[in-house]
């Protein structure tokens, strides 16, 4: 028998909830072991990243099988090829980054601990299952840790805005498991790798029902215009590990269902409906850019700034193409790595200055030298900046959408635009501008947080200098999907 790489990686933070919850008292305990059990996820991902084959990057690889529920064929089933090993180990750097940005908590410390790396396992458990009600599964671990980690440590209207992300995202679960059923009884698998090859004959419903049935979860998650209202919420009422994790990756579970399953299961559909896709990309960019600028509150400018840049993710997939997927792909990954900076970036600003409110600050660069630096990086990465990650993955979106959807592209690239403007406008107006009165004994970074931006920045500028890192995997692990699309 192989070593069991995936169990080992989707359980090891789960495993360290339990003893957290069972065995540990002292907060200086719980927060290490926290991070130990985090820090050796992290290390398994990076490890499995390693080791995977790219000569077969198309097939599952570190595959796990075994009887789960027989007489329904369910299967406990894992396992990762291209598409997937980069967002495992994006889960491992940002979980590990949750933790250190972490380390102030003070208050049901043990709880908090606990909830953190049981979304972790929720997340991790997403991407490397291919049965697809296990998938659905881990689908919903996550909810339970993400409403409570809100509803508890948040900040503002924190119960409103744990209920609200409950709500959208139970409601799109519902609809998914609708689809789920409807799959089964047409092929009468829930086997991921046998759906992406089978020729569906619907039994209950349509093809069209049940790709829009799946889809709408995943557009509640990724998210998209109109069915966003909930992430600024969310978002900013969020403790700022939270928002790094749900900015960072749980967005990315919605791009990721798409390529797996609406894309892979049903081409026919997505290829009918493919300018659909290309408009609210559209939408997406454009609504959210603009309505980014007129924030005053740095949280929810950050929020705002991820639904358009999930727009990036919806056009390349409207692509249809291999270069549009693979730069859908590395804008998730790269996505994940900027904004959870930049979240990062907010909360250690406010836990200093005690307000988010853009107006209210100025000149902190003298007072804060290291989280200026910080925040400057992370800005110029999320503006596109050529030598960092983000312009990477917008440069292959857009070279991908263009031969197909011009118009779309074109205007989609005067997103870049604007998110140019108020990146800028917000660095000048909280670092550089006029000094505030009121901040005069501020402190810089810790030790530890220092460490969380050093582990974000190095995916940022390693993939910005050497793109073929990253999409040497995403190249192999879209070409299923391009070739089930008839693309090639």
């Not at 990076?46 to 329904?72: D, R």
């Not at 559209?282 to 509150?297: C, F, K, M, S």
Request: net charge neutral; hydrophobic share 60%; glycine share 8%.
């Amino acid at each position: 028998m192989t070593f069991p790489w995936l169990s080992l990686i989707v359980f090891l933070p789960a495993a360290g909830a339990v003893i957290i919850a069972v065995f540990l008292r002292g907060v200086r305990t719980i927060r290490w072991t926290a991070a130990l059990f985090s820090g050796a996820t992290l290390v398994l991902t990076l490890l499995l990243a390693a080791n995977f084959n790219l000569a077969n990057a198309m097939l599952p690889q570190f595959v796990e099988k075994a009887a789960w529920l027989p007489q329904i064929h369910v299967q406990y089933f894992l396992g990762v090829d291209g598409l997937s090993v980069p967002l495992v180990a994006l889960t491992g750097i940002l979980g590990f980054c949750a933790v250190l940005a972490s380390w102030s908590i003070s208050t049901r410390v043990r709880e908090y601990f606990l909830w953190l790396l049981l979304l972790e396992t929720g997340v991790m458990g997403v991407f490397t299952s291919l049965d697809f009600l296990m998938f659905f599964l881990f689908w919903e671990v996550e909810l339970v840790p993400m409403f409570l980690l809100i509803s508890i440590w948040g900040t503002g209207r924190k119960e409103y805005s744990a209920m609200k992300f409950l709500i959208y995202t139970i409601a799109g679960s519902a609809f998914m498991l609708i689809g789920i059923l409807a799959l089964y009884f047409s092929a009468g698998t829930f086997d991921m790798t046998e759906l992406g090859k089978a020729t569906l004959q619907p039994v209950l419903l349509s093809a069209q029902a049940i790709f829009f049935l799946i889809f709408l979860a995943f557009a509640i998650k990724l998210p998209i215009w109109p069915l966003h209202t909930w992430l600024p919420d969310a978002h900013t009422d969020a403790p700022t590990a939270v928002s790094i994790m749900l900015a960072g990756v749980l967005l990315k579970m919605g791009g990721y269902g798409m390529l797996r399953i609406s894309l892979t299961i049903m081409p026919d559909v997505a290829k009918q409906w493919a300018w659909l896709l290309v408009a609210l990309a559209v939408v997406n960019v454009l609504y959210g850019a603009a309505v980014t600028l007129r924030q005053t509150d740095l949280k929810k400018m950050i929020a705002y700034s991820s639904v358009s840049h999930m727009g990036y993710v919806l056009l390349g997939l409207a692509s249809l193409g291999q270069v549009g997927l693979t730069g859908a792909s590395l804008q998730m990954f790269t996505h994940g790595t900027i904004t959870g900076l930049l979240f990062l970036m907010v909360g250690v600003t406010y836990e200093r200055t005690h307000t988010r409110q853009i107006p209210e600050m100025g000149g902190l660069a003298k007072h804060m030298p290291i989280i200026a630096v910080g925040f400057v990086l992370a800005g110029l990465a999320s503006l596109g900046l050529p030598s960092m990650s983000g312009f990477v993955a917008e440069l292959t979106v857009f070279m991908g959408a263009f031969p197909q959807w011009s118009v779309a592209t074109i205007l989609a690239i005067f997103g870049v635009v604007l998110s140019a403007g108020y990146i800028l406008w917000m660095l000048q107006r909280v670092f550089f501008g006029p000094e505030g009165g009121h901040f005069h004994d501020l402190r810089d970074a810790r030790p530890v947080e220092v460490l969380a931006i050093l582990v974000l920045l190095v995916p940022i500028f390693i993939i910005g200098v050497y793109p073929t890192l990253l999409t040497n995997y995403f190249n192999a692990g879209v070409m299923p999907i391009v070739t089930r699309l008839g693309q090639l």
